[in-house]
């Protein structure tokens, strides 16, 4: 979700966020020891013939100064997926964490 010029889509944001209480919820639940109800599976949609897969997911690519995990410099940085790109502010939320936004690739 982009927020530029004051602009941005609160429903979005609002529907993403009650999306991840769900999952959080879920996966605490299966390590608790209590996966699915028989009564949830019973309205599940039912998948056929599939198989994983991967898909693209929006996240910035860059050099990335001052990394906690992947150290001071990295020149070919790809972040965890992106959430919030604030524009206005100069900031990216990503899976992971918080950046400062530099000067924009002019590519």
């Known amino acids: 979700m982009i927020i530029q010029n004051g602009h941005m889509n609160e429903a979005s944001i609002r529907q993403n966020i009650?999306?991840?209480k769900?999952?959080?919820h879920d996966m605490e639940s299966f390590?608790?020891?209590?996966?699915?109800?028989?009564?949830?599976l019973e309205q599940a949609p039912v998948i056929g013939n599939w198989e994983?897969?991967?898909r693209d997911i929006?996240?910035?690519y860059g050099t990335?100064?001052?990394h906690p995990l992947l150290g001071e410099v990295v020149p070919a940085g790809l972040t965890?997926?992106?959430w919030l790109l604030n524009l206005d502010q100069g900031w990216a939320r990503t899976l992971?964490?918080?950046?400062k936004l530099g000067k924009q690739s002019e590519t």
Do not use: D, F, H, W
Request: charge should be neutral.
């Open 31 to 40: 390590l608790e020891g209590t996966g699915p109800t028989q009564e949830t």
């Open 18 to 20: 009650t999306l991840m």
């Open 96 to 99: 992971s964490r918080y950046y």
């Open 80 to 82: 965890s997926q992106l």
């Open 58 to 60: 929006p996240c910035l």
């Open 64 to 66: 990335i100064i001052n």
């Open 52 to 54: 994983p897969a991967k």
């Open 22 to 24: 769900a999952l959080i």
